[in-house]
Nanobody, 115 residues
Framework: QVQLVESGGGLVQPGDSLTLSCKASENIRSIDALGWYRQAPGKQRDLVADTDRIGFITYGNSVRGRFTVSKDDAQNMMYLHMNTLHPEDPAIYYC?????????WGRGTQVTVSS
């Protein structure tokens, strides 16, 4: 069982930057896929960024070029660096891990963008 804890959400203004963190209970080098998803009220949960063991990263269309993912293997941490936040970016941001075909989710962290 992999436990994931997100942090770093908050209220920002349009154009601001914010970095989210995801702490995994397992060695992230043993995780097959590790990524970020987001869900706005009344909408489905969408891909933000997904990474695999060899470092290949897939970004969602709406965040490509603005958001980047990084990892700290020693700390079992994954980060989502969000730049130029848009009014359509508010959502609960979730960390997701896949290990041996099992999917695990964190509880999410809320990001609000408002002027």
């Amino acid at each position: 069982q992999v436990q994931l804890v997100e942090s770093g959400g908050g209220l920002v203004q349009p154009g601001d930057s914010l970095t989210l963190s995801c702490k995994a209970s397992e060695n992230i080098r043993s995780i097959d896929a590790l990524g970020w998803y987001r869900q706005a009220p009344g909408k489905q949960r969408d891909l933000v960024a997904d990474t695999d063991r060899i470092g290949f990263i897939t970004y969602g269309n709406s965040v490509r070029g603005r958001f980047t993912v990084s990892k700290d293997d020693a700390q079992n941490m994954m980060y989502l660096h969000m730049n130029t936040l848009h009014p359509e970016d508010p959502a609960i941001y979730y960390c997701k891990a896949v290990v041996s075909w099992q999917t695990y989710w964190g509880r999410g962290t809320q990001v609000t963008v408002s002027s």
